[in-house]
Nanobody, 114 residues
């Protein structure tokens, strides 16, 4: 069974940084695309960043220039480096992998204080 497990969330002040991790199991499982989404209270889940065929990246306008998506294939981990965080980045962040069907993690909470 394919699983995604996020970690790295927490409480940070505005302007700070966090790095989210998404562990992929079984190790080496090849998703055709992976992405990070987020969902703030009372809002719909929204796209944050995507990684396609392991090389092409795409970002939501709201995070462009501040967030970076990457993958370490040796560790089977997807990352989201988040810099210059803003209070409006507060949300539960989810990892998603696409391989004919979508697999979702359980989410990790990110809270940015002003």
């Amino acid at each position: 069974q394919v699983r995604l497990v996020e970690s790295g969330g927490g409480l940070v002040q505005a302007g700070g940084s966090l790095r989210l991790s998404c562990a992929i199991s079984p190790r080496g499982f090849a998703f055709s695309a992976m992405a990070w989404y987020r969902q703030a209270p009372a809002k719909e889940r929204e796209f944050v960043a995507g990684l396609y065929a392991g090389v092409q990246t795409k970002y939501a306008d709201s995070v462009k220039g501040r967030f970076t998506i990457s993958r370490d294939n040796t560790k089977s981990v997807l990352y989201l480096q988040m810099d210059s965080l803003k209070p409006e980045d507060t949300a539960v962040y989810y990892c998603m992998g696409a391989s004919g069907y979508n697999t979702w993690g359980q989410g990790t909470q990110v809270t940015v204080s002003s």
